[in-house]
């Protein structure tokens, strides 16, 4: 069964930010109470114990994480927040840990985000972070890591990149990410009513917001319609109460047929992004992370490696 800690999180999600998903309306009032409060810098607790620098690119910050000494490796972390909210301390929670237990440098990009900006204004900032990321380090070097949002992002990204004939990341890690806009999987509306966190309402307006006037089922905004063969090694985590996540298995199956080594990790009772929030099941999908890109032979119980659907015990 899932832990204690996740239904109380559930809970609290239901009777919380579910709202700013229930309407385009309810998603403008969230937005606009979150400009007075939101604050991108790293907590005080993250900047003593690791080296952060900041720099800026198109205008907007990018802080670095430096990697421990002799690791080569890079993360670029794309945070979710459905195009609309800025990077949370839940977001650096992951990432300081991730810095501590991987030694990689990794790179943040405080990327624009709608509606005061849109798709091409997002995609042309971290395309330059990537760019310059290129000129520094090798990609086989660069994973992309990012949720919800930011795992749609990375997605997209690199299927840009692909376009561009720019060398590619060599492993993705998506958590929880938003692959399909198009609302044609009818899967999605039941998996609906029992996400405590999304809603379609609300996202749809999100989607409104940055997507530029470009289609929902293109694959700039729904990268399960692009070319999924240019994708690298990735380990895609998602849980069975996300709305999100028919898409992510359809996504799964659609990059396996392509070619794709893909690892999926399905946690039944998890909700959207779980593993940026305190508690056992989080924890799990850590050390499946850490194991997916230190390329430890063993991970915890009940996984195993190559590519499957992997139903995790809730402890």
């Known amino acids: 069964m899932p832990s204690l800690k996740s239904h109380v999180v559930s809970f609290v999600l239901r009777h919380s930010r579910k709202k700013a998903f229930s309407s385009p309306q309810n998603l403008q009032r969230w937005i606009a109470a979150a400009r007075k409060r939101e604050d991108h810098h790293p907590p005080a607790s993250l900047r003593q114990r690791l080296t952060i620098e900041t720099r800026t690119v198109d205008g907007f910050p990018v802080y670095e994480i430096a990697p421990r000494s002799g690791i080569s490796k890079r993360i670029l972390y794309l945070h979710g927040g459905a195009y609309v909210f800025e990077i949370t301390p839940y977001h650096w929670n992951l990432i300081g ?97 029992n996400d405590p966190w999304l809603g379609i309402p609300g996202g749809l307006e999100a989607i409104r917001m940055y997507s530029a006037g470009i289609e929902r089922d293109d694959w700039h905004i729904s990268p399960l319609y692009g070319d999924l063969s240019v994708l690298p090694k990735t380990l895609l985590l998602t849980g069975s109460r996300d709305l999100l996540t028919p898409d992510n298995l359809v996504f799964a199956e659609k990059a396996r047929a392509a070619g794709v080594d893909i690892e999926v990790v399905y946690e039944e009772g998890m909700f959207h992004v779980w593993p940026l929030i305190d508690m056992p099941e989080s924890r799990r999908a850590r050390q499946h992370i850490v194991a997916f890109l230190g390329g430890e032979t063993k991970v915890s119980r009940g996984w195993t490696a190559g590519w499957s659907l992997q139903r995790q015990p809730a402890t």
């Open 97 to 193: 840990d991730m810095a501590d237990r991987l030694g990689y440098g990794i790179t943040v990009p405080i990327y624009p985000i709608a509606p005061e900006h849109d798709f091409h204004a997002m995609f042309g900032m971290v395309g330059d972070v990537y760019r310059q990321m290129l000129d520094e380090t090798e990609a086989r070097d660069i994973v992309f890591m990012g949720d919800s949002a930011g795992g749609n992002m990375a997605v997209v990204l690199t299927m840009m990149a692909a376009e561009e004939a720019l060398p590619l990341p060599s492993r993705h890690v998506l958590i929880s990410p938003g692959v399909d806009m198009s609302l044609t999987n009818p899967a999605v509306f039941e998996a609906e009513r």
